[in-house]
């Protein structure tokens, strides 16, 4: 019985030695800090619509753009001309401080970069 | 409800949806008047101005530019968007003995059609290629998955395939057109993104010999309407049936 206590203890104390780990260096308490541009007024739609559901945002402008042939968006914010780089990347220029700290937190890859371009990477090249 | 209820019923309801058509009728030619026409874009290619200039690629750079066409330096891994081909390759049918060795050094302009019935449109398996109601054969890259099919249906092989990355190839980036990555086919546009700005397609506008007319043929008042009617013109193989909107003028 002491035999099973004990092994049945270490096993979990192996299995849970990461969660330890992160919980004794500070890292779940870790919140990634964004970098909103400065002194440009309100995104697109109001800030709680783009912080949940920007993604299909974007896929609403990826198809009436492409598709539909619609190149502008009205929003109770102004009319926007639909481009990812020329309208999200003028004002969001710090990419790496705003778009990719929270989608690496979360572990989420987007694809848009693979044809997008990024308007700091084509200035240096 | 009785039998001669229901019958007054039934015949004011057929009276009421007779009506409804025939209010219909009459007013949809009024209507169909003030609604505006729409465009059908098309192109014409003279061939004499375009030889004027011999070596000129003015309208090949500025379009590769515009739109981020990557270069391989391998005719195998070729993109293409406008290119330039022998005549004998491009109107294959229209060539004999004569002609063979009269327009030896010809070179034609060519690009993607733009056909009334893409034979691209009717393979595609993911609807990313689809003809628009202005006439523009349009590409969506997000939606092509690289099958192919495409470039084995356009019988103008104005389709090319990214074998590659392309990015590391372009040699200078247009920031606000995207580039396209590996794995996807690509071809003209029609200049989509500009003509919906109101400007003419990269290659009319930096063609210097205004070889290149683009227009709209509903209205027949636009140069390439009264051009098409006054000069003798040909397509690229026509005898498809797939009617092409890029017209060689004489």
């Given at each position: 019985?002491i035999?099973?206590l ?6 979990l104390m192996?299995v849970?030695?990461p969660v ?6 500070g890292?779940?308490?870790?919140i990634?800090v964004?970098q909103?541009p400065?002194?440009r007024?309100e995104?697109v739609?109001n800030v709680m619509?783009?912080r949940k ?13 492409v598709?539909d042939?619609?190149?502008?968006y009205?929003?109770?914010n102004?009319i926007y001309?639909?481009s990812l ?5 003028e004002c ?9 700290r929270?989608?690496?937190y979360?572990?989420?890859?987007p694809?848009?970069w693979s044809?997008?371009n990024i308007?700091?990477k084509v200035a240096?090249? | 409800m009785?039998r001669?209820d229901?019958l007054k019923?039934t015949?004011?309801?057929?009276i009421?949806v ?10 949809g030619?009024d ?7 729409r465009?059908k874009w098309?192109?014409a290619i ?5 030889v004027k200039?011999?070596g000129?690629k ?5 379009c ?7 270069e391989?330096?391998?005719?195998k891994?070729?993109i293409?968007?406008?290119w330039q081909?022998?005549?004998e390759?491009?109107?294959?049918d229209e060539?004999?003995?004569f ?11 060519c690009?993607?059609?733009h ?8 393979v595609c398996?993911?609807k ?7 006439g523009?054969?349009?590409m ?5 998955i690289?099958?192919?099919?495409c470039?084995?249906?356009c019988?103008y092989?104005a ?5 590659r ?8 980036i247009?920031?606000?057109?995207p580039?396209r990555s590996?794995g996807v086919?690509e ?14 397609p990269?290659?009319v ?13 509903n209205d027949s008042d636009s140069?390439i309407?009264?051009?098409?009617r006054?000069?003798f013109?040909i397509?690229?193989?026509p ?10 003028l004489f």
């Amino acid at each position: 019985m002491i035999k099973i206590l004990i092994s049945l203890i270490l096993f979990l104390m192996v299995v849970f030695l990461p969660v330890g780990y992160n919980v004794y260096t500070g890292k779940t308490a870790y919140i990634p800090v964004l970098q909103p541009p400065e002194q440009r007024g309100e995104c697109v739609e109001n800030v709680m619509f783009m912080r949940k559901k920007h993604s299909l945002l974007l896929e609403k402008w990826r198809d009436a753009y492409v598709r539909d042939g619609i190149k502008r968006y009205v929003s109770i914010n102004g009319i926007y001309k639909i481009s990812l780089t020329g309208t999200c990347l003028e004002c969001h220029s710090n990419k790496t401080q705003f778009c990719d700290r929270c989608h690496d937190y979360l572990g989420v890859k987007p694809r848009c970069w693979s044809c997008h371009n990024i308007p700091e990477k084509v200035a240096k090249k | 409800m009785n039998r001669r209820d229901f019958l007054k019923f039934t015949g004011i309801l057929a009276i009421g949806v007779a009506a409804h058509q025939a209010i219909n009728m009459l007013s949809g030619s009024d209507a169909r008047q003030s609604q505006k026409k729409r465009e059908k874009w098309a192109m014409a290619i003279s061939f004499s101005a375009c030889v004027k200039k011999e070596g000129c690629k003015a309208c090949i750079d500025a379009c590769h530019f515009i739109h981020n066409v990557p270069e391989f330096g391998n005719p195998k891994d070729e993109i293409k968007w406008i290119w330039q081909s022998p005549f004998e390759t491009v109107f294959g049918d229209e060539t004999n003995v004569f002609t063979k060795s009269m327009l030896k050094n010809l070179s034609v302009l060519c690009l993607c059609n733009h056909c009334e019935n893409p034979p691209c449109v009717r393979v595609c398996p993911t609807k990313a290629t689809w003809i628009r109601k202005d006439g523009i054969v349009m590409m969506d890259y997000h939606r092509c998955i690289g099958c192919r099919y495409c470039m084995a249906a356009c019988p103008y092989d104005a389709r090319s395939f990214n074998w590659r990355e392309p990015e590391p190839f372009i040699k200078e980036i247009n920031r606000d057109f995207p580039r396209r990555s590996k794995g996807v086919v690509e071809k003209c546009n029609f200049c989509e993104e500009r003509i919906s700005q109101g400007f003419l397609p990269a290659c009319v506008e930096a063609c210097t010999e205004r070889a290149l007319i683009f227009g709209d043929l509903n209205d027949s008042d636009s140069e390439i309407s009264r051009l098409l009617r006054t000069r003798f013109s040909i397509q690229r193989k026509p005898h498809l049936g797939t009617d092409p909107k890029v017209f060689y003028l004489f």
